[in-house]
């Protein structure tokens, strides 16, 4: 088993996602890097290409419309960008 790769952002199989950046810590929970996973909707929920980090610790995600997590992206990448650039 190889280790954590805390300097990015992983997607759903636990594969760094190039070019991402260090993730922040959950602003919920406090997770780090190891509890958050960079998503896609299904297709049937969502035809567009649509990504969002959610953190498996505490399970928030981008469903609430941005009030609790960090945008939908069109890219695994620029989701990434988007959790780690809300602010406030
Ligand atoms: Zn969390």
């Known amino acids: 088993m190889s280790p954590f ?14 070019d991402s950046p260090e993730p922040l810590a959950c602003p919920f929970c406090g997770g780090g890097a190891e509890n958050l996973v ?3 909707w299904s297709e049937e929920d969502d035809p567009e290409a649509s990504y969002h ?3 498996l610790k505490c399970g928030c995600n ?18 990434a960008e988007g959790w780690n650039g809300r602010s406030g």
């Open 62 to 79: 981008g469903r609430c419309n941005g009030r609790c997590n960090g945008p939908q992206a069109a890219t695994q990448l620029e989701a």
């Open 5 to 18: 790769d805390k300097d990015h952002f992983t997607d759903m199989d636990g594969q760094p996602i190039d």
């Open 38 to 40: 960079v998503e896609r």
């Open 53 to 55: 980090v959610e953190c």
